[in-house]
């Protein structure tokens, strides 16, 4: 099924089906760089971020130079340019055009009259004497695209090498004739020398085109070769950029959906080949034309759907570049550059140069386990959407097994009570849903299906939480008549349903937390539960409290099943057990310490965790209750 295709880089709530663009790879500076990485500005006095869709960023001269996806609501900037030299507060510069050139219109059978409103996904690099900038324009809603490229001497307008020249069309997609989409291009040299292009935008994925080095075109012959394909439906993948390190190429890539403000779920997978043209393996040796891909970086806090990726390396410091919808002023796109380091041969991404204001890395990962049999919640295929969720035997790597609650895009419902929560897949990034939830009577199947967020508010992806007895949780759904989850079978492989609620055992549920968490306050998004003082518990114990987020301190726990839907809390760090002291409900003396390590644990340090509609949770114990936001560190 054909998606449409066209970027309204500043429309903050855009049709589901919109796509993206590409990004440029590492390359060398023609001057110094500045010395270093800028410093870390912190809290709410940092700089705004820059408005940018699709970046790509390269340095000359001293100054970082920014090109970025045109704004469809003016028409007249097709790809804005910015500078800066700290990488924190940018300056305008003039747009590489005013208006397209006549024969990339051509090509796409458009004139002056009905050319498209803006260009998308630039992506620059150093030829060796030149800048060249590919970027793309299409038909909105077809594959009726078209890459181009346009060069010039410098950068900086002052300069008189400085000049955009048109080169014309590069490559060229048509519905029915080709099996990809000519958009999203993004330069690559090999170890060898040699010069590639990739490029792609869902339907046949992301491709390869070998480049004549002397004029930035396509080969004469060259074969347009496969590098990625999702293989799920409409093959959401877009956005390559390769970079080469140590022995490898690495392709990163956007999977998912932009273009949606804050409701995008845009991330950023990765995967890597000993040549430029593949086979491209993510970590599990599982081929990204067979649906692999390892994350590296999805939304979180006021970064929404992260997406668009670009490697560059500056001064001996790796970064990734990309885009991201920012939660606090209405979905704007903004730039986006975070620190980039290898380990074990594989990229983990940092937090930003112009980090959240928020504490932690968006709500924890939790497992699903039912009370009757101990299963977990699972999908045996995992990425396909509608496909039923099953059963599963619990694990603690199985990515497949791991939801995040929380209350994104929540909204009063029907008579003005209700809100809904989602459950969002970790491997697959969809969303719990019930398929014809209007119309469900008695009961249904539980599948997931792509978040459609608050643009389309599909209140089948919409679950509501109750306490059920011992700590345990129902889940209930907000338009299927009451119904609650209800897991058909002990067994591993048994499928998750909705049933008419009836307090049996196969309708509660716990929620384990994968790994360490933060505490978080649910009111302060900067403050999380630590131990005072970080040092060794004495006498009755060490107290804990809110405390401003520090990475690296006694801010991060682990929850371990004590049986049934009961958790010990234990500091990560220290290895200390919360309890609270009194042990008696009500008790207005009752205090939150932490026990020495090895104590065992007794009625008030066994904590059952229970989800609240408004994305916060109740950690209780038999003397108090805890509200907190449960974070990744």
Known sequence: MARPLRRRAWAPAVAAALLVGSVAPA????????????????????????????????????WFYLASTGDAATGDDYIPMRRSRDLLTWEELPPVFTDLPAGVLAAIGATAADAPRDAWAPDLSWSGTEWRLYYSVSRFGTTNSVTALATTGSLDPASPAYGWVDRGTVLESEPGSTDYNAIDANYVEDA????????????????????????????????VLPLVDRQVQ???????????????????????????????????????????TGPYLDKEGVPLLEGGGSEVLRGYDEFQGTGHPDVWSSGGVDYLVNH?????????????????????????????????????????????????????????????????????????????????????????????????????????????????????????????????????????????????????????????????????????GADLGVATPTGAASQQFRFEPVGEVLLASPTDQTRTLGVVGCGPTKGRGTQVRMETRVAGSCQTWRLTSAGGAGYTVTDAVTGSVLTETSCQPGNARARLRVARPGTAPGACSVWTLVPDDDGTWSLSTAGSSLAVRLLVP
């Open 324 to 492: 991201y919808y920012d939660a606090t002023s209405g979905g704007t796109p903004r730039l986006n550059v975070r620190t980039l380091s290898w380990d074990g041969g594989w990229p983990t991404v940092g937090d930003p140069v112009n980090p959240s204001r928020s504490a932690g890395h968006g709500s924890a990962y939790v497992r699903v386990v039912v009370r009757d049999g101990g299963t977990a919640v699972s999908n045996a295929t995992c990425g396909y959407a509608t496909a039923d969720l099953t059963m599963a035997a619990p694990s603690p790597t199985d990515s497949c097994q791991q939801w995040q609650v929380d209350a994104r895009d929540a909204r009063q419902v029907t008579d003005g009570s209700e809100t809904g929560s989602r459950l969002q897949n970790r491997h697959s990034n969809m969303s719990a849903d019930l398929p014809g939830c209007a119309e469900a009577e008695t009961r249904g199947d539980v599948a997931q299906f792509d978040w459609l967020g608050s643009f389309f508010y599909n209140v089948c992806q919409r679950w509501l939480f109750s306490p059920a007895p011992d700590g345990w949780t129902t889940i209930s759904s907000i338009a299927g008549r009451g119904l609650v989850w209800t897991a058909e079978g002990t067994a591993a």
């Open 27 to 62: 390359v060398p500076a023609v001057a110094a760089p500045p010395p270093g990485p800028p410093p870390l500005v912190a809290g709410p006095d940092r700089p705004e971020d820059p408005v940018s869709h699709d970046p790509t960023l390269v340095e000359e001269g001293g």
């Open 192 to 223: 060898d020398g040699g010069a590639w292009l990739t490029f792609g935008s869902f339907f046949g994925g992301l491709k390869i085109v070998a480049l004549d080095r002397t004029t930035g075109k396509v080969a004469p012959g060259a074969e």
């Open 234 to 276: 409409f093959n959401p993948v877009e956005g390559p950029s390769v970079v080469r390190h140590g022995g490898y190429y690495y392709l990163f890539a956007a999977f998912d959906y932009c273009c949606r403000g804050t409701d995008s779920d845009y991330r950023v997978v990765v995967g890597r080949s000993e040549t430029v």
